[in-house]
Structures are given as C-alpha cells and as structure tokens.
C-alpha cells in the first residue's frame, strides 16, 4: 500500500473508530455517496449531512456513505473508502458559495468528467442540493445533472425511486434525466440553455425539453415528519460531542441582507416531537444543541429549555438575538457551562440598523452583556458586516465605540469576580445575496474596505484583551460572484478547482468579475437565479407555522 493511501485509511479509521451511533449498511441495489464539499470538521455539524444521511440508509433499496473534501478523503468515501466513481449517485450537499470550487476538485479526483454534457451511462448521476442550490444554482449547472431546488426530505426519496426505476429498466442517462426533471422541484440544467445579448447580458433561458422555468422549491409540509437532528455524533467536528437538533426553518424577523429568512419559509417544529427526538441522544451525548436562526422565534422556547435542564441536559445554542436574552436563558447556559455568548449586532450604526432592518440597539446589546456577565458568562463574540450601502467611516467607528463599552462593562464585572473574559469581534464585508431585499446592490469597492478595516484595526488594538477577526475582502468578492453568477462563472471555478491561485484565476476572470460585484439594474434584465422560486415565495397555505 502506497503513502498516500495508507494516511488516507489511517484517517479514515480514526474519524469513523471516534463516531457513536453510526449504523454503517453493507449493501442495497442502490449505492449514494453524499458529498459536503467542505472538510469533515464543518461537514459534520451540517444537520443537512446527518438528515439525508440517516434517510438514504433508511430505505431498503439504498445505502449511503459520506465523502468529504480533506486531503486524505477527496475523491472516495469515507465508509468504506471506495472511489467515487463506484457509485451510482454522488449527491451534494451545498450550503456555501464558497465551497462550489471544492465540487468540480471532488470529480476531478474522482475521475468523472466534469461537466454534465461530457458524461454517458457508465458515470455516476450527479445530484445537488441544499440552500445555495435554492438560492441560486447556476454557477454550478454545468456540473449538476440534476438540482433539488428547497427542501429535500422528500425530494431525496423520489429521486431515489426514480433512478431505481431508472436502473432496473436500463432507461438511457437522457430519459433518466427527463424522469427526473418530471418530480416538482427537479431542474434539469441541461434542459435549459441561457441566452445572452449581444453584449453578453444574460437575457433569457432557452427551454430544451424541460418542464418549463421557473422551478418551484420543495416545501416539506409537515416537519415533524422529517426529523433533523444528529444521527451520530463525534469529537472531530466544530460542536464535539453535541447533539445538534433543528427547532424550525426561516425567521420572521425579515433582516433585509439575510438569506435565511428570505429563501425558507418560515415555520417550527412541535415541541413533542422535539422532546422525543432530544430523548433520543441518551447514551449519544448529554449536551444538546438548539439549531435556529432564531430562538427568539421559537413560541416554546422557554418549556423547551425547562425540559432540557428536567431531563439532564446541557444546551447551547446557535443563535439568539441580543434583545431576547433572558434570565432564564442565561441560567441555562451557565448551568450547561458555557462562558460565551455570541451576538450578532452586524451593525452599530442607526442608520444602518434601519438599512439592514437588524435593529439590534446598543442599549439591548449592553443590556445582554451586562445580564450576561451576572450569570458568569464572561467572554463575547460581536458579529458586524462592513461594506454596507451607504456605509461612511464614522458607522465603522462606532463599531469601535460599541466594542469599548462592551469591555468596559466586562472589566467592572471582572473587578468583582477576578475573572476578565476576552471580546471578539468579528467582521466580514457584506455580501449581497439572491432573493433579499438588498440582492442588486453593489458589493463594496476594495479600497473602501481596506480603508475600513484600517480603522477597525487601529481602534480595536487600544482596546485591551479585545481580538477582531477578518474576514478576507477578496473572499467576500469571490462569494459574491458565486452568489450572483450565471453558468459564465463555472469557469472561474475550474480554475479555483484545477489549483490556480486565487489571485490569478480572479484576474484571468477579468473585467467579467464586475458584471457580477456592481450593482445589478434593477429592472429590464434576467437575473441567474430567476430559474427557481425559493420555498419562502410559496403560497404558504396548509402549513403549520408555528
Ligand atoms: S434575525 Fe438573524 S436569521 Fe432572522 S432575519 Fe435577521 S439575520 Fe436573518
């Protein structure tokens, strides 16, 4: 055995010995290697993996493993470490823009040809799924032999029927498709050709045989029917040992940069079936975390964490809103252990508050600290976004500004308790996404964030104790051009895929990048994404909301 393949079955084997509760399957007619295209540590706390997971390998004519995109796992499954190529559907799960280089790099070290069009009857189907496929999936189309466009709980399954059905008839890769793009919420990208001007603006999309555009997301219309919670945990992801459960889809708070509230439409799940599913992780892990873009949002929330701390739980959660900190919550988390709490303000400006609509006041975020640090949670991460319409230095000052009272309040706190906690501030420069209120805007200009970040960078280092997180502006630029793409952009991301550079792959791009960055007119012209309505745009009749 080869190095190589000797450290990839070492890795294989200690990430897989480290998993409780994993009931690997050894055959069915049917095999699927879903695919996050990111690393095993951030794949893992992916709920998205663990839900499709665990339905796949419940069906009987199915089995399915996992594929990550570390240097070891690339390319084969983790299970088993069996080639990609070996398996009859490589499905992926998309959560990131900039993760999409990391598809075409997966079926480059698989050996299936990249695009959809150069494939035949002996390669794999090539699935894909999850929120940027619903947000916008042409910059991967020409990849993807078919998308599920919104929910896939259910979608899942009836594409599995159908390649089944697909296979046991010998039905040709072309009538595969065709079946395929016949179950609502499928889109076929090769059934559709876009059509550009003259001047190479994308003017329209050319209907092949397809069912016609746009192609309306799936909506799971009972979520209690569909659990999403961890189906094994382990160590070696970024909630260790947790967990993880999903409390509802969406948000009612509408920010208007936020994808979440504006792709998913917005309902939660019962608390009986979130207490039996949380009865479910005895013997799997003590801790439980609560998944929601908003816990605030949850009408249950305070029997649920009453339930958790009866039943022996700790709890963390992922997101909770400065202005709904409660004593109770508090008391939870300090009784689960956790020392930090995260906010995510994204703004300390009020005239970007009323902007971005996240109206997040300085006196409810102090007042969260202030409440916070009573319950001996003494250490806080600020989530800010630079780069904002109509943003001026003095807005990014007064993040500054914010950051000192917030230490101010943590060093009279520490007089007391003899414990000084660290504040992390982190930002990232905004990046406009399809189907918000905010999706034609421009992404900011490089100078003006580098001036930005200069001023945070000379603030924040007076201010003691205090780190500030960047995250890179040419990043944010690469995710923008994902976010917004037409199929022109599968080029860039061969490029990223193929191992250039980034600086040289984005100025082989060129001038292209900037039809994607500038601001997009507003009216008179095709947006990429206008090829699928997103669950939050259906007729929400019939579904339970609350
Ligand atoms: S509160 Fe958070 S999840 Fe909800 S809309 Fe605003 S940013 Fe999005």
């Known amino acids: 055995m080869g190095r190589r393949r000797s450290q990839a079955e070492q890795c294989r084997r200690s990430l897989l010995s480290a998993e409780r509760g994993l009931m690997p399957k050894r055959s069915a007619p049917l095999a699927v290697c879903l695919v996050f295209p990111n690393t095993y540590h951030t794949g893992m706390s992916n709920l998205a993996v663990h839900t499709l997971y665990g339905i796949l390998n419940t069906r009987t004519d199915c089995l399915c493993e996992r594929s990550f995109c570390d240097e070891h796992l690339l390319g084969s499954s983790l299970e088993t470490g069996s080639p990609l190529g070996a398996f009859h559907v490589i499905a992926f799960s998309i959560s990131f823009e900039l993760d999409y280089p990391n598809v075409p790099k997966t079926l480059l070290a698989a050996r299936v040809p990249l695009r959809a069009t150069e ?268 780069g904002l319409p109509g943003e001026e230095d003095d807005d990014v000052e007064a993040i500054v500004e914010l950051a000192k009272l917030v230490r101010l309040r943590m060093r009279r706190a520490a007089k007391r308790s003899r414990k000084m906690g660290r504040l992390t501030v982190c930002t990232a420069p905004f990046v406009p996404k399809p189907f918000t209120p905010l999706e034609s805007v421009a992404f900011a200009d490089a100078a003006v964030l580098s001036r930005r970040i200069k001023l945070l960078r000379r603030g924040l280092a007076r201010v003691a104790n205090t780190r500030l997180t960047l995250e890179s502006p040419r990043m944010a630029r690469l995710q923008c051009v994902f976010a917004r793409g037409d199929r022109t952009v599968a080029a860039l991301i061969e490029m990223i895929a193929r191992g250039q550079s980034l600086a040289q792959a984005m100025r082989e791009f060129g001038d292209k990048l900037k039809t994607y960055t500038d601001a997009q007119a507003e009216s008179g012209c095709v947006r990429p994404w206008q090829s699928i309505t997103p669950p939050a745009a259906q007729n929400n009749k019939g579904l339970r909301k609350d």
Do not use: W
Not at 126 to 142: K, Q, R
């Open 119 to 386: 494939r035949n009857e002996s390669h794999p189907l090539i699935i894909a799924g999850g929120p940027c496929m619903f947000s916008n999936p042409e910059p991967l189309a020409d990849y993807i032999d078919a998308c599920v466009i919104g929910e896939g709980e259910e979608a899942i399954g009836e594409v599995m029927t159908v390649v089944s059905k697909a296979r046991e008839n010998a039905f040709s890769r072309t009538a595969t498709l065709r079946e395929l793009s016949q179950i609502p919420g499928v889109y076929v990208p090769s059934l559709y050709n876009p059509v550009y001007s003259a001047k190479g603006e994308l003017v329209g999309m050319e209907n092949r045989n397809g069912s016609g555009l746009p192609i309306t997301g799936r909506v799971v219309a009972d979520l209690d029917e569909y659990p999403c919670a961890s189906v094994l945990v382990t160590p070696n992801t970024e909630f260790a040992n947790m967990f993880l459960v999903e409390l509802g889809r969406g948000c009612r708070r509408n920010c208007r940069f936020c994808s979440a509230c504006h792709i998913y439409l917005r309902r939660n799940r019962s608390l009986d079936s979130l207490k039996n599913r949380i009865l479910s992780a005895r013997g799997l892990s003590n801790t439980v975390g609560l998944v929601t873009s908003d816990l605030s949002d949850y009408p249950q929330r305070d029997e649920l964490l009453a339930f958790l701390l009866n039943t022996g739980f700790g709890f963390s959660v992922s997101s909770v809103r400065a202005d709904f900190i409660t004593e109770d919550l508090l008391a939870g988390m300090q009784a689960s252990g956790q020392r930090t709490l995260t906010l995510a303000p994204e703004t300390a400006s009020a005239k970007l508050r009323v902007l971005t609509g996240k109206r997040i006041t300085a006196e409810a975020l102090l007042s969260a600290v202030d409440l916070a640090l009573n319950h001996s949670i003494i250490n806080f991460r600020l989530y800010f976004m630079i």
